[in-house]
Structures are given as structure tokens and as C-alpha cells.
Nanobody, 127 residues
Framework: HVQLVESGGGSVMSGGSLRLSCVASGFADPKHCMAWFRQYPGGEREAVAVVDAEGSTTYADSVNGRFSASKDNAKNTLYLQMNGLESEDTAMYYC??????????????????????WGQGTQVTVS
């Protein structure tokens, strides 16, 4: 079965950087859509970055220019490099994935498409 395991969260000072990783297992095809979401305490999850099956990346406006997502198909791993972290970035970060065609980045960001597989999350705290 599909499993997603995140790592790399932690506490950092404002302006600092963190790199999150998400290792995926159980996918029959390495070319699948993967994404990073975050959830504030008591709030809804919001999409942060989406990497589609062909590797094209789409970002939420709030992180564009500061965060960079990438996928290593050989390692079945999704990354999120977060630079210039701000207190508003404090949240639980989740990795999600599903079998979706290319070009779905905007739809996933908007919540029009819901991904079916989720990790347990990793906490990021910026102070």
C-alpha cells in the first residue's frame, strides 16, 4: 500500500531555512503528483506547492519565491526547501500524493482536486 513519510521539520529563527523531505513507497508508477500542504492550529489545510507527474511545479502566492519544491523519482522523494521563513509559516506540514495527469497544479492548489494519500505531517515552528 502507499505510504508517505515526512521528515525535516523543526524550530528555526525568523529568516532561517529548513528542508523537508517526503519518502513515498507503494506507488506502481514513479510519475505521480505530489504536493506539500500546511495546516495552522485550528485551521484548514492549504496547499503550498504541487509537483505534477512530469515535474512541473506550482506554488501558492504566499510562498512563491521563498519555497522550492522538487521531486527525485529515483529516490521516490519529494523535497521542500524553505528559505526566508517567517512566523506565519509556523504550521504542521503534510506531504500528499496521487495518480494524476500533468498540469493539475493550479487545481490542486485551489482545492478543486483532492489528493488521496497523505503522510502524518512534520511540525515547523518559526520564532
Amino acid at each position: 500500500h502507499v505510504q508517505l513519510v515526512e521528515s525535516g521539520g523543526g524550530s528555526v529563527m525568523s529568516g532561517g531555512s529548513l528542508r523537508l523531505s517526503c519518502v513515498a513507497s507503494g506507488f506502481a508508477d514513479p510519475k505521480h503528483c505530489m504536493a506539500w500542504f500546511r495546516q495552522y492550529p485550528g485551521g484548514e489545510r492549504e496547499a503550498v506547492a504541487v509537483v505534477d507527474a512530469e515535474g512541473s511545479t506550482t506554488y501558492a502566492d504566499s510562498v512563491n519565491g521563498r519555497f522550492s519544491a522538487s521531486k527525485d523519482n529515483a529516490k521516490n522523494t519529494l523535497y521542500l526547501q524553505m528559505n526566508g521563513l517567517e512566523s506565519e509559516d509556523t504550521a504542521m506540514y503534510y506531504c500528499a500524493a496521487d495518480y494524476l495527469p500533468r498540469g493539475v497544479g493550479r487545481a490542486v492548489l485551489a482545492g478543486d482536486i483532492v489528493l488521496g494519500y497523505w503522510g502524518q505531517g512534520t511540525q515547523v515552528t518559526v520564532s
